[in-house]
């Protein structure tokens, strides 16, 4: 639950994000999406509820995060990607990876060993060119940041987060800005991520049209709640979404 004043912005709202999913929230404007994965994120407290995240895929090392500041969620593997630094602009595609593979921490013994070093930074290329590669910019790899559209600058947001052992991401209306044919793109790559890699997607759309053929299970929120979930044609055919959206 969280309230602003008199205002209960998300009440008692039950989501539960499947492993290796890509779990939709959809919902009309102010409808308390984007309060719900800050309060989930650490970016805001909760007033009332639990926020638990099980990073290791096991039951009895479920982390009950409730409450936890920001960077101790991102570092547990629960990532929303405003959360990373932005892209350094200035930077490659490349380049823009293996800063957020540092992230991770090195071994500080490993370093001034030379030889042990440069297999280290061989295998971070590697690692970097493979996550290129699922997130459809291995071509881009040498582009400045900055010559990117949109579109590709939300994957390589998606890129890094994934650099930096993110397990389950946030993706607050990933298509903003971009134009309708690379929204088609990004939730294809992003769904196509869910079965190549041990990574989830809770992701946050505000038109309901585009996103939804690409989600396994979607919840629909209205006014702080939970107004309706299932799959996407069960969400899609239920009277009370309809009224929601045309209501708008
Ligand atoms: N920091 C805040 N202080 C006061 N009220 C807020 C704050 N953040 C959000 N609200 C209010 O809480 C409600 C839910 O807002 P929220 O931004 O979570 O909606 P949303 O579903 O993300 O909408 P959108 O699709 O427009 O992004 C709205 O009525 C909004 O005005
Ligand atoms: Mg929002």
């Known amino acids: 639950m969280k309230r602003f004043g008199g205002l209960v912005a998300?009440?008692?709202?039950?989501?539960k994000v499947k492993r290796n999913s890509?779990?939709?929230l959809i919902g009309p404007n102010g409808a308390g999406k984007t309060t719900f994965v800050n309060v989930c994120t650490g970016v805001l407290k909760p007033d009332g509820g639990r926020v638990f995240f099980d990073p290791f895929n096991d039951e009895k090392r479920r982390l009950d995060i409730t409450g936890w500041p920001p960077h101790r969620v991102y570092k547990s593997g629960?990532?929303?990607?405003f959360q990373i630094p932005q892209p350094f602009l200035a930077l490659t595609v490349l380049e823009n990876v293996l800063v957020a593979l540092g992230e991770r921490g090195e071994n500080p013994l490993a370093a001034p060993?030379?030889?042990f070093w440069v297999k280290e930074e061989e295998e971070?290329?590697?690692r970097a060119f493979e996550i290129l590669g699922k997130v459809g910019l291995k071509d881009y790899w040498d582009w400045e940041a900055y010559r990117l559209g949109a579109g590709q600058l939300k994957m390589l947001e998606v890129a890094r987060a994934l650099a930096t052992g993110a397990k389950l991401i946030a993706l607050d209306e990933p298509i903003g800005g971009t134009d309708p044919a690379y929204s088609h793109e990004i939730f294809r790559h992003v769904r196509s991520l869910t079965k190549s890699m041990d990574v989830t997607f809770l992701v946050i759309e505000h038109r309901i049209d585009i996103a939804l053929p690409f989600a396994d299970y979607v919840y629909v929120m209205d006014r702080g709640s939970v107004i309706s979930?299932?799959?996407p044609?069960?969400?899609a055919n239920d009277p009370n979404v309809i009224k929601v959206y045309i209501g708008e």
């Open 10 to 15: 998300v009440n008692g709202v039950n989501i």
């Open 124 to 126: 971070r290329v590697r």
């Open 78 to 81: 629960f990532v929303r990607t």
């Open 233 to 235: 044609s069960e969400v």
């Open 113 to 115: 060993l030379r030889r």
């Open 22 to 24: 890509m779990t939709l």
């Open 229 to 231: 979930e299932g799959t």
